[in-house]
C-alpha cells in the first residue's frame, strides 16, 4: 500500500491480488479488456490502484461468482444509471435467486437418497447409526455388479425396498443375537462341526432367508467363503472376535453337511 502526492491511498497490482485472491495474470487480463483499468501509475509505469478500482474490482468478482460472462459484467459496471447501490441490491437478488435454486436440488437429492440408496428406506446417517462406519455404498455398488442379474439379488432388493427404520433396527438386533451367539460357541470352546456351532450357523442362515433372499446351506456355505477371503467381511468378524471369521466359515460348511449338501 502507498501514497501518492495527492493523499490517496493506492495499491500495487501484486497487493491488489493478494487482498482479493484474484490472480496478478487476472489483473492484467482485466486491464487489457478495459475491464478493470487502474486509475494510477507510479513514476517508474507501475499499475497502481485507488479504493474506488478495489470496488469495481469487487463487482466484477460477485458478478463472476455469478456465473456472468466478462462481456456481460462490463456491460452491468459501465451502466452509466446504476450506481453502487443498485449493483448491491442487483448481486443480492442474484444470489437469492441461486440459494432456491441450490435448496429445491438439496430437497432433490435428500429425497432421492431416502428412496433409492440401495434399496434401503434409510439415510446414510441412519445406515451409518444403525450398521456403524463399517458400513459403505461401494459394497453396495459391488454387490450389484456381481449379483445383479441374479434371483437372489432381485429377492433381497424387492424385500428391502420395503423396510422401515423400524425393520432394520429389528434386523441389526436379530444379527448382532446371532453373532453373539457364535462368540460364545466360541469362547466356550465348542468346535465349529459341534452341534451348538452349527445350531448358530444354521439360525444365521435362517436369518438370511427371512430378511434377504432364499439362503441354502449351500449358498450359505458359499458365502461364508468371502468371511475368509475378503478382508473386509473378515476385518467385520475379528473386531467382533478375534479368530469369529474363520470359526463362522467353518460353522456353516459343517451346517451344511450336516444338511447333506
Not at 96 to 114: G, Q
Amino acid at each position: 500500500m502507498t501514497g501518492t502526492a495527492a493523499g490517496t491511498t493506492t495499491w500495487t497490482v501484486g497487493q491488489v491480488a493478494e487482498r482479493s485472491g484474484v490472480t496478478v495474470r487476472t489483473l492484467h487480463h482485466y486491464d487489457e479488456i478495459g475491464l478493470l483499468r487502474p486509475s494510477r501509475r507510479s513514476t517508474a509505469g507501475y499499475r497502481l490502484y485507488t479504493p474506488d478500482d478495489l470496488v469495481r474490482l469487487q463487482h466484477v468478482v460477485v458478478y463472476r461468482r455469478l456465473g456472468f460472462a466478462l462481456e456481460e459484467v462490463a456491460v452491468l459496471l459501465d451502466d452509466p444509471d446504476a450506481d453502487v447501490a443498485a449493483h448491491l441490491r442487483r448481486q443480492r437478488a442474484e444470489v437469492m435467486s441461486r440459494l432456491d435454486e441450490l435448496a429445491e436440488l438439496v430437497t432433490a437429492i435428500d429425497r432421492a437418497l431416502e428412496a433409492e440408496v440401495s434399496g434401503i428406506q434409510l439415510t446414510p446417517d441412519e445406515q451409518r447409526e444403525l450398521f456403524g462406519e463399517g458400513f459403505k455404498e461401494e459394497y453396495q455398488q459391488e454387490a450389484q455388479e456381481r449379483w445383479g442379474d441374479t434371483e437372489v439379488w432381485r429377492q433381497s432388493q424387492e424385500r428391502t425396498a420395503r423396510y422401515t427404520k423400524a425393520d432394520w433396527q429389528a434386523m441389526k438386533a436379530e444379527m448382532d443375537e446371532v453373532n453373539a451367539r457364535f462368540v460364545a460357541a466360541l469362547q466356550a470352546g465348542e468346535p465349529a462341526d459341534s452341534p451348538a456351532a452349527m445350531d448358530v450357523a444354521e439360525a444365521h442362515r435362517q436369518h438370511i432367508s427371512r430378511w434377504f433372499y432364499d439362503c441354502s446351506p449351500e449358498m450359505h456355505a458359499g458365502l461364508s467363503e468371502m468371511y475368509v477371503a475378503d478382508e473386509r467381511f473378515t476385518t467385520t468378524y475379528e473386531d467382533i472376535a478375534p479368530g469369529l471369521a474363520q470359526y463362522v466359515h467353518d460353522a456353516a460348511h459343517a451346517n451344511a453337511a450336516r444338511q447333506g449338501t
